[in-house]
């Protein structure tokens, strides 16, 4: 049998463009949407698509979905959606127009997580610090990825995916694969390697059930860490410490506002946190590592 359309375009965006596993979910229901406003599932054909899959069709079904209360960012996501398979579709002779070109919509509002000040950040620090307990590893877990996070604005997938491997510790920095499997390298400070030295030393060979494991922070089980256990950590560290409540893309986007605060240029901060849209990548230039680290060492208060 076939592979639909739908399953060869979900590969390539897995394979050939890198996106991520809740990137492909989402486009994957998005066109199902529209397939079932028209009448149709994803055994859908060529010529089908061809007939039905028009620029008149794609606006009444998003007029539809605005009426019914979908926001601004929710339409942005299924245009966005429609758009890449459409053009795929044409750019792989499946369609001979590419009828979501001329869709647009609305700019998503844009709404910052809260950051907290560079004082508060020291106390989030120092809590995390001083109540290492040598008789529960993953205290000192939790002290490096706090200080890993804030040193670096890593996302906290990144976080999760890193390997001990990619870590250089003589260099101070992480080797960081990012969306759309876009590497980089990222500097961190100095209280960031000495946590992360605790950790390698006297809290990761304590918790890791696997010695052949390479993930570098792991959970009581041993296992890889899993995203909501960092998220949960977090919010009860903030509590704790007495600081406004966190998450880990808060903790993110502090990193990056106490660097700007701090002189580094825009660019380089865009670098180092990996942003990967077309746009981004458009608008902002390179800057090599060492130029990064000497930015990073004059602007992060935790350099």
């Not at 000040?117 to 008789?135: C, F, G, K, P, S």
């Not at 890193?162 to 500097?187: C, F, H, M, W, Y």
């Not at 560290?237 to 993110?252: K, N, T």
Request: hydrophobic share 40%.
């Amino acid at each position: 049998m076939t592979e639909s359309l739908v399953n060869q375009w979900v590969d390539y965006l897995e394979h050939s463009r890198g996106f991520s596993r809740h990137t492909l979910r989402a486009y994957r229901r998005d066109l199902t949407q529209f397939l079932v406003s028209i009448g149709r599932d994803e055994s859908v054909t060529a010529q089908q698509l061809q007939d039905e899959m028009t620029t008149r069709r794609l606006r009444a079904w998003l007029s539809q979905m605005s009426a019914e209360g979908a926001s601004r960012s929710t339409t942005a996501q299924r245009v966005a959606a429609i758009r890449n398979f459409t053009a795929w579709a044409n750019d792989h002779h499946v369609m001979t127009t590419d009828p979501a070109a001329v869709l647009v919509t609305a700019r998503a509002d844009q709404k910052l997580p809260y950051v907290i000040d560079a004082e508060d950040a020291a106390t989030l620090m120092n809590h995390a610090r001083d109540h290492v307990n040598e008789d529960e590893p993953q205290t000192v877990r939790d002290w490096a990825i706090l200080e890993l996070v804030y040193a670096t604005g890593i996302r906290v997938a990144e976080l999760c995916a890193l390997d001990t491997t990619s870590l250089n510790e003589a260099e101070s920095s992480l080797r960081v694969i990012g969306k759309g499997n876009k590497e980089r390298v990222v500097p961190y400070g100095e209280p960031a390697a000495r946590a992360l030295n605790e950790w390698m030393t006297r809290g990761r060979p304590n918790l890791v059930a696997d010695p052949s494991n390479r993930a570098l922070f792991v959970g009581v089980k041993g296992g890889r860490i899993d995203q909501r256990v960092v998220r949960g950590m977090l919010h009860r560290m903030s509590a704790r410490a007495g600081v406004h409540d966190l998450a880990p893309h808060a903790l993110r986007h502090t990193a990056a506002t106490h660097m700007l605060q701090g002189g580094a240029d825009l660019r380089a901060v865009q670098e180092l946190l990996g942003h990967s849209s077309l746009q981004t990548t458009q608008r902002y230039t390179h800057v090599d590592t060492q130029r990064l680290s000497q930015i990073y060492r004059q602007a992060h208060p935790r350099a």
